[in-house]
């Protein structure tokens, strides 16, 4: 995967364009991805996606943010869809004062060698996000390339969108998320040690550090999970929240995955974890002996919910 910080790349040879975010590379960005290709091979042309890290709205500080996918996520994503040109622009706040004509000219025609440049229906780019259809379709015959517009993706009547993925994911409603996005939502993230209690209680667990403090956690609660380990699957039951029975225990959040079936030490691991369906709220019980009496219905209905593989993305390429 090709990766640009300074843009120090040469020209490439009739690229067929793609812009964006793509925070979450949903079913929305697929279908403008898909386009973007087809029109390429079409062409003869070399398909590129030029995207942004950090995330624009981190950068400038608008509001409270969260990423539906680290840096690290977002590369895996794009690997799946098969995608070799992959271009990686740094988003500074000086990046960010480029107007929408300086960035077409000194980013996209001059350093990539825009031929045709495909976009989502709602693509705003620029200083102040002031460039929108209407301001590409002047620049195209400036600077002679051509503009493509792709449609939305809607989803039972509903128009694909991050703000809706991110919203469901925050209220647990992880099975519309996921429809949403064309795959299971998933968290990567390194193994660490815990307060060693679930293996006391017979449900040993690994607790999970994701990759960047920024990741959008789901809602707290219990979730069936396919885990991935070693390119492995496992299914299992994931807890997110404080461990509200045992109060002896500092109330820090934490992620915690029981993994069914599965016995290996995995401490310091890197592991993804892909929510399937949320279980249940996070409850505070009386006693050790009815958490446990609970733990094992989590685990029946997780068993039973995990009857299909995790959806992964499949390369379009």
């Known amino acids: 995967m090709l990766q640009i910080q300074d843009i120090k790349i040469s020209k490439l040879i009739n690229p067929v364009v793609t812009t964006g975010t793509f925070d979450g590379l949903h079913l929305g960005h697929q279908k403008v991805i898909y386009e973007t290709i087809n029109i390429a091979k079409e062409k003869g042309a070399t398909p590129v996606i030029l995207t942004f890290w950090p995330h624009p709205r981190y950068v400038l500080q608008k509001g409270n943010f969260s990423l539906i996918n680290t840096f690290d996520e977002k590369s895996k994503l794009f690997k799946q869809l ?26 996209l025609v001059d350093k990539i060698g825009l031929k045709t440049l495909v976009i989502g229906y709602d693509h705003q780019f620029g200083k102040e996000r002031e460039g929108g259809f209407e301001t590409l379709e002047k620049l195209s015959k400036k600077y002679n390339f051509e503009l493509i517009k792709v449609s939305a993706f809607d989803f039972d009547t509903t128009t694909v969108s991050s703000t809706k993925i991110r919203n469901s994911i925050e209220n647990g409603e992880l099975d519309i998320a996921n429809s949403y996005l064309g795959y299971n939502y998933f968290i990567a ?29 789901p809602k707290d609660g219990v979730y069936a999970v396919y885990i ?43 592991i993804t974890v892909y929510f399937v369906k949320r279980i249940r709220d996070e409850l ?6 009815e958490l446990i009496s609970l733990m094992k219905n989590d685990e029946n209905d997780s068993r039973k919910i995990l009857q299909n593989e995790p959806l992964i993305l499949k390369p379009l390429i």
């Open 189 to 217: 993230g390194k193994v660490v040690s815990g307060f060693n209690m679930g293996k006391k209680i017979g449900f040993p667990t690994a607790n999970i550090e994701p990759g960047d403090k920024l990741k959008l956690l």
């Open 82 to 107: 098969g995608l070799n040109n992959v271009y990686y622009q740094e988003f500074t706040k000086e990046f960010s004062q480029l107007s929408s004509e300086e960035y077409v000219k000194k980013i």
């Open 228 to 270: 991935e380990i070693n390119n492995k699957m496992y299914g299992g039951m994931l807890n997110i929240g404080y461990r509200p029975t045992f109060i002896e225990q500092p109330k820090t959040k934490t992620i915690e995955v029981n993994i069914f079936d599965f016995s290996e030490n995995i401490y310091d691991k890197l």
């Open 284 to 289: 505070k019980l009386n006693s050790v002996n």
